[in-house]
């Protein structure tokens, strides 16, 4: 569940990311309103209900896409790692 959640974030920041195109954000738009389709017509049928409340909580979600903030991962400096014998 919690990864699914993570996808989430990135589909929803992603479809207001202005760095994108309108062809990327229109496409992210129609997955995450598909998807928020979807996710309504399980959770009616979801008999778990920690796995109902996972997909609500994706519904409310899905409703506020500026509110994703996907986690920004700081990169990885070039060359080979301190200590590390591949330029003999």
Request: net charge negative; aromatic share 6%.
């Amino acid at each position: 569940m919690q990864t699914e959640q993570v996808l989430l974030t990135y589909l929803l920041s992603a479809s207001v990311n202005d760095n994108n195109s309108f062809a990327v954000k229109s496409n992210l738009k129609k997955a995450l309103v598909d998807l928020n389709t979807f996710i309504e017509a399980q959770s009616k049928a979801a008999m778990d209900e920690t796995y109902k409340g996972h997909l609500l909580l994706a519904v409310e979600r899905i409703k506020d896409p500026a509110s994703a903030k996907p986690t920004i991962h700081k990169e990885i400096p070039p060359g080979a790692p301190i200590g590390c014998d591949w330029d003999e």
